[in-house]
């Protein structure tokens, strides 16, 4: 039985200085890593309503809200220094922009207390109720 | 013709309605349907209804109303003009549908298909009419499908009203042929101005027809294809032309 133990490096040192990126969550797979004309297409045509947003990608209707990263937490969008051949070597990635909220979507759903993401956003708060010291 | 709210939004449906004449109101009165737009690849598909009097059906022959595919863009904008004027005896009604909303029905995870589309449009716009008084008693509709199903459904909905649908409908009855013309005077006026509502710059308004096999429309979706968005709302990616220009240039995406 063989065990992955090579270590991912992230080069946080300049976290502070980085710039800060509008970050959305699509409810599909994108076979694409590069750049893409998010403002031009996606941004351009998202609709603010009152509890949503909505918008098209690839002629499906998507509905979505904006949600914050929890609090005390800052979210990193990394980039891998150097493509290694294989995944017993470490890995090296340096953080290209950084975000506090993210606009998330859902396939035709509206958006809703029980999709993952908004759990995962919660988790730190109930982690820390958990696990945290107890006063007396 | 004024699209009105389609101009400033163009991502949802519309609706476009003249006043309806009194004497629609008092007497039996017949009405036409048709659409324009159903085959392109780009732009909106228009439903449109025209009603008048059954008494003023020979007025109504006077104007000289014919199906719009057999006249030149001019004469059918010349022939809207004259149907608009006769607000005394003659109202209309449009429905829009946006390619975007054609392209999210077609594609929604519970399929809603371009037939049932159609139906729902154009039983909605002869409930539109009923509930603002018109005494309707004829229909007469052009359809693309089996007639004798559609004609089955609509007689079940509008029990009262003596439906009648026929392939080619828009040649046979003037009514219809009237409808035909509101369609496609609204359906080309979208297209020629259509406001894109991306952040493309200049898009070059090249595209022919919007049929598929046009190759001024086939070089458009050439050029306007992004990798990763596929295409501007303008185009309907329910369509076969359009899902294979993404399969073959543009990146794959899994739902």
Redesign the interface.
Known sequence: MSCNTSVIRVQASSVEQTQRVPVHLM??????NGT??V????T??T?DCKHEKTV??????LRGQEISCPQGYTGLVLKEINKLGSDQEDRTVRVSSVFDKLTYWN??TPPNSDDTVVMAMDWPELAEAIHGPVED | MELGPFETDNAVNCRLTSQIPDVCQTEDCCLGIDEAGRGPVLGPMVYGICFCPISKKDKLKELKVADSKTLTETERENLFEKLDGAKSYIGWALQILSPNTISTSMLQRTKYNLNSLSHDTAIGLVQYALDRGVQLKEVFVDTVGPADRYEDKLSKLFPGIKVTVRPKADSLFPIVSAASICAKVARDCAVKGWNFAEDLGEVDTNYGSGYPNDPKTKAWLLKYLDPVFGYPQFVRFSWSTAQTLMDSKGVTVHW
């Open positions: 409810p599909c797979e994108i076979e694409h893409a004309r403002s031009q297409y996606l351009a045509t609709k098209s990608f690839r002629g499906r209707g396939l035709e």
